[in-house]
């Protein structure tokens, strides 16, 4: 219970101390002239690239866990076809060799005069800062969790803690239910959600259980994904696989003990319906950071407000911000992270040299839509909703070499390209079609 417990906090993401960077736990006061808040995948990416830019010494990060995870491969872990290990490493086998490892907890940001506060009470001046905090999980926004996890036949992709209870409950899967919710939040990776859904098709179908289970997907939304495109390819997967899809339905409650859920019609406020389940995967309520939202950065909402052309705070000139924390209209994803990178490192370059920033962010985002265990559709678009393939091929078509480059190569892309600032940039995939064609 101690474990679901920290369900409550959104952890961002990287083990013990080595040689290869130095790591901080002093009272006194510290001052460099590029602090980067988060060590996520944001954050370590960007810290890479700001100690070539401003040299190792110079640059810290303030990241409170001892480890770092490849998040997006979580939805196989949870399906059974990746272990969870294989997602994780630990922070001090990412962190940029010579950047300084500020081991504490954000607790508090002062743009106004450049200054964060860590949980242990340090604090610690900075001339540049780039927050990259993440999202936070809010499970306890839905009555009866996160205890409702020490149940069986319940899990979430979500969660460093949860993933593998969703395999144990697909594994232990006999008859009934098979429910998936979408929450009535922003999310990120909003494709997630229904990837556990195919996946959990596809094994009871080759486990013998098909015919006696019903897949249920509960969404907030009123679309079943939010480009068209790729849409309507999943409908025709729906319509293949006997599906069954209720859109503006939010999950609500969970009666762990009666292995019920409860959903409001968010067409009808008050109208609830309970659904016995088998097996449930929830997606969590999320939200902004939580030192982000009580801070001077934030928007009105609560999200770090920066510009989403150039990804510069828009109040305060040497704030600068990337991925899940922002207020960027675009999906919450590893590739607009890997997008954003190299766009925000360009427009760092130029300020220092008081310059204005020259290269816009179109909003690249993607979701390997996972739907089987050797198929993906791979949606790539923009702030538009436009597709920004790729490939030269039909990307809403289901593809073997697609998830073969979900599963396999974009881990190895991500830890040794992307954690090291060797990777990225407008449409990222892009790199890899070359370098197949060498």
Same mark, same amino acid.
């Given at each position: @219970? ?9 952890? !961002? ?20 002239? @590029?602090? *980067? ?13 700001? /100690? ?50 500020? /081991? ?66 697909? =594994? ?6 098979? *429910? ?16 556990? #859904? ?24 009123? *679309? ?34 009666? =292995? ?15 659904? =016995?389940?088998? #097996? ?5 309520? @999320?939200?902004?950071?939580?030192? *982000? ?18 990804? =510069? ?39 220092? /040299? ?13 979701? !390997? ?22 490939? !030269? ?8 070499? #697609? ?6 190569? #974009? ?16 449409? !990222? ?10």
């Amino acid at each position: @219970m101690a474990a679901l417990r920290r369900l409550r906090q959104c952890h !961002p993401t990287g083990i013990p101390l080595s040689q290869f960077h130095t790591s901080s736990h002093a009272s006194a006061k510290q001052h460099y002239k @590029m602090l *980067v808040l988060g060590g996520g995948s944001g954050g370590i990416s960007m810290s890479a690239r700001m /100690k070539r830019m401003f040299g190792a010494g110079n640059v810290a990060v303030v990241e409170p866990s001892e480890m770092h995870y490849y998040q997006p491969i979580w939805t196989l872990v949870g399906a059974g076809a990746k272990t969870l290990t294989s997602s994780g490493r630990s922070t001090a086998s990412v962190m940029p060799s010579g950047v300084k490892w500020v /081991k504490s907890k954000v607790q508090e940001i002062n743009p106004d005069k450049n200054t964060v506060l860590t949980d242990d009470g340090t604090e610690i001046s900075y001339e540049y800062l780039i927050v990259a905090l993440g999202l936070q999980l809010h499970f306890e926004k839905i009555k009866g969790l996160p205890e409702g996890f020490d149940h069986p036949k319940i899990g979430s992709n979500y969660s460093v803690e949860t993933v593998g209870k969703t395999w144990k409950a697909l =594994q232990d899967f006999k008859e009934g239910n098979a *429910v998936f919710t979408f929450p009535n939040t922003p999310v990120k990776c909003a494709g997630a959600p229904q990837k556990i #859904m195919y996946l959990t098709d596809a094994y009871l179908r080759k486990t013998g259980k098909r015919a006696k289970a019903n897949i249920i997907y509960n969404t907030s939304l009123p *679309v079943l994904f939010g480009i068209q495109k790729y849409a309507d390819s999943l409908w025709e997967i729906v319509k293949q696989r006997d599906l069954q899809i209720n859109m503006r339905q939010n999950l609500i409650e969970v009666r762990a003990d009666k =292995q019920e859920a409860v959903f409001e019609n968010l067409d009808k406020p008050g109208e609830t319906k309970v659904f =016995q389940y088998e #097996m449930l995967h929830v997606t969590p309520p @999320m939200g902004p950071n939580l030192v *982000v939202k009580g801070s001077q950065l934030a928007d009105e909402v609560g999200w770090l407000d920066i510009s989403k052309d150039n990804l =510069q705070h828009n109040r305060y000139p040497n704030v600068f911000g990337i991925g899940d924390c922002t207020n960027l209209p675009t999906a919450k994803t590893g590739a607009a992270v890997a997008a954003q990178s190299a766009i925000l490192n360009r427009t760092i370059s130029r300020v220092l /040299k008081n310059e204005k920033p020259d290269r816009t962010y179109d909003g690249y985002t993607s979701c !390997p839509l996972v739907t089987s265990y050797n198929t993906v559709i791979l949606a790539e678009f923009d702030y538009n909703g436009q597709p920004l393939e790729t490939f !030269p091929v039909n990307q809403a078509k289901e593809s073997r070499i #697609m998830y073969h480059m979900k599963a396999d190569v #974009m881990p190895h892309l991500y830890w040794h390209g992307l954690l090291r600032g060797l990777w990225g940039g407008p449409a !990222p995939y892009r790199k890899i079609l070359h370098l197949g064609m060498k």
